[in-house]
């Protein structure tokens, strides 16, 4: 599912008033997977269409301006698409989350036994405690919380106005990423291979910034984070080059 194609099971930070506005809508690691699929998928189309637009019409030169501003037509149509799907996954995404809280608390409360109770917590759970707690630790905190579970009410599952100003968030973001890798392709719409270059270096210090940010905030190595992600960039233009991208 695009940047949310696996089930989140972390919890949701929020960023401080310190990280700016985005981050009264949208947490650190989901900006940082939109930045990054953003420009990937920037990187994916700029070569693509070069290798399709000649592959239609070889006659019309690749350093035309008409092209040029062909490419960046498209090419921002296809984020603004991008960001507009991605962002209904994430309201889906939001309300599944909250259907997969309501499906635990059901559980419990329709189990039969304290023991099947705290099986499915420990479904659930264990894979957050087990290296900080041994089982006994585990087993203990599970039967301490169970009563309050058991007398919980399921809150109806509906829509947030949270969802919807982090689609908005989902949406500023996946714009806002490719911006510096438009440029070249404004100001050199003269020379479409220096500006596909040009745009194509710029993308790769982007992935290598949100990289570094993303090895920071999840305390894995930044600098090596960083590296792969344009690695990563390199390898689709030198995969793309040989085929007219």
């Known amino acids: 599912m695009s940047a949310r194609s696996t089930i989140r099971k972390r919890p949701q930070p929020r ?31 700029t070569l693509a269409y070069r290798i399709i637009r000649l592959g239609a019409d070889p006659v019309t030169p690749p350093n035309s301006i008409q092209y ?41 409360q329709t189990a039969e036994t304290e023991r099947e109770r705290i099986d499915v917590l420990a479904a659930e759970l264990d894979y957050v405690l087990e290296p900080i707690t041994d089982e006994t630790e585990r087993r203990n905190l599970y039967q301490s919380v169970l009563p309050h579970l058991r007398t919980a009410r399921a809150r ?9 100003t982090g689609a908005l968030g989902t949406l500023v973001v996946a714009i806002f990423a490719v911006i510096p890798s438009l440029i070249p392709l404004v ?56 085929l007219g991208g």
């Open 156 to 164: 109806p599952i509906s829509f947030k106005r949270e969802d919807f």
């Open 15 to 45: 960023l401080s008033s310190t990280d700016g506005f985005l981050g009264r809508f949208i947490d650190p690691i989901d900006r940082l997977s939109e930045t990054i699929y953003s420009v990937l998928i920037l990187l994916t189309f």
């Open 68 to 108: 040029s501003n062909e490419l960046l037509i498209a090419a921002i149509s296809a984020i603004i698409a991008w960001g507009l799907i991605d962002g209904l996954m994430y309201v889906l995404m939001e309300v599944f989350q909250r259907g997969e809280r309501h499906r635990l608390l059901h559980m419990l």
């Open 187 to 242: 100001l050199l719409r003269s020379n479409y291979d220096l500006a596909i270059r040009v745009s194509n270096v710029i993308s790769f210090i982007v992935l290598f910034h949100a990289g570094y940010n993303w090895g920071a905030y999840t305390g894995a190595k930044p600098w090596r984070t960083g590296l792969i992600l344009v690695a990563a960039g390199v390898m689709m233009v030198a995969i793309a080059i040989p």
